[in-house]
C-alpha cells in the first residue's frame, strides 16, 4: 500500500490541479455576465455541500478506519474519530482566525458601485487572501483522497470544483469592477486556486517518507472533519442565501444521490 507509484502521484496532483483552476472559471463569469442566477448558484452550492459531506463520512473517514484498523486492530474506529474530530477543530480555527468571505457580491447594488475603486480593489485582495488560506487543505484533501482511491477522489474533485466557482467570482467581482483589468482579475482568481495543488505539493512532500497505514488514517480522518465543516460552515448557508425555493434542499440531496450512485458505480 505504501509503494506508490509516480504515475499515480502526477494523477492526484493534476486533479487536484483542475480542481484548483475551477476558481479561473468564476472570473470568466464576471467577465461575461454580473452575476450568475442566483437559483442556479444556490443548486450548485448545495450540490457540491451535499456530495461532499456523503463522500466525507461514508467512504474517506471510512478509509481512515480501515487504515487505522490495520495497525491498531478493533480500535481503530477510536482513531479515526480522533482524527476526524482533529480535522474539525483545526479547520475551525483557521476560519475563526481568517474568515472566508464566501458570499458573492451583488454588483447590481447600487452601494457597490457608490463605494470608492481602491475600497472595492481592497474588498478582492482581501477575499483572494482568505479564500486562498481555505484552498490548502482542500487541495490536501483532494491529493490524498485521489491518491489513494480514485473511486473517492475524482467526486470529491468534482464537488470542490463546482464550490470552486462562486469563490472564484467573490474574488473577481471587486477586482474587475474597480480595476476593469481582466489580466489582474484572473491573476488574482490564478493564485487562489493555485494554491489547492500548492497545499497538496508540500503535504506529500512532508509526509512521504512516513507514509504508513497510520498516517493515512490521520490524513483521511483529518481530510473528513475538514470536509464536513466546510460543507457545513460554507457551502449549505451560502446555497440557502441564494435560494428563491427548495434549490438549497433539492442540490444537497441530488449531490448526496450522485455521489452514492457513481461510488456503487466504481465500486462494482
Not at 16 to 26: D, E, I, K, Q, R
Not at 54 to 78: H, R
Amino acid at each position: 500500500m505504501m509503494d506508490i507509484a509516480l504515475s499515480n502521484v502526477l494523477i492526484a496532483f493534476a486533479i487536484t490541479f483542475a480542481a484548483g483552476l475551477a476558481t479561473v472559471l468564476g472570473s470568466a463569469l464576471v467577465f461575461f455576465q454580473k452575476t450568475p442566477s442566483p437559483r442556479v448558484l444556490a443548486f450548485g452550492l448545495a450540490f457540491a455541500g451535499g456530495a461532499m459531506v456523503f463522500v466525507s463520512l461514508t467512504e474517506i473517514l471510512g478509509k481512515s478506519v480501515e487504515s487505522f484498523g490495520q495497525v491498531f486492530g478493533n480500535v481503530g474506529y477510536n482513531y479515526a474519530t480522533f482524527a476526524f474530530l482533529a480535522g474539525l477543530i483545526a479547520v475551525m480555527m483557521i476560519d475563526r482566525l481568517i474568515p472566508n468571505p464566501h458570499a458573492t457580491l451583488d454588483t447590481d447594488d447600487p452601494k457597490f458601485h457608490d463605494e470608492s475603486e481602491a475600497y472595492i480593489k481592497r474588498i478582492g485582495i482581501l477575499s483572494a487572501f482568505a479564500i486562498t488560506a481555505h484552498n490548502f487543505p482542500e487541495g490536501l484533501a483532494t491529493f490524498f483522497a485521489t491518491l489513494e482511491s480514485p473511486t473517492v477522489g475524482l467526486p470529491l474533485a468534482l464537488a470542490i470544483a463546482v464550490h470552486n466557482i462562486p469563490e472564484g467570482i467573490s474574488i473577481a467581482a471587486p477586482i474587475y469592477f474597480a480595476t476593469k483589468d481582466k489580466k489582474l482579475t484572473v491573476i488574482a482568481c490564478l493564485i487562489s486556486g493555485l494554491a489547492e495543488p500548492m497545499g497538496a505539493m508540500i503535504g506529500y512532500f512532508v509526509l512521504k517518507s512516513v507514509l504508513s497505514d497510520a498516517v493515512f488514517g490521520m490524513v483521511f480522518g483529518l481530510i473528513a472533519g475538514i470536509m464536513v465543516f466546510l460543507a457545513l460552515d460554507e457551502l449549505l448557508p451560502a446555497a440557502k442565501q441564494y435560494s428563491k425555493g427548495h434549490e438549497a434542499v433539492y442540490g444537497m440531496v441530488g449531490g448526496m444521490v450522485v455521489m452514492a450512485i457513481s461510488l456503487v458505480l466504481f465500486n462494482g
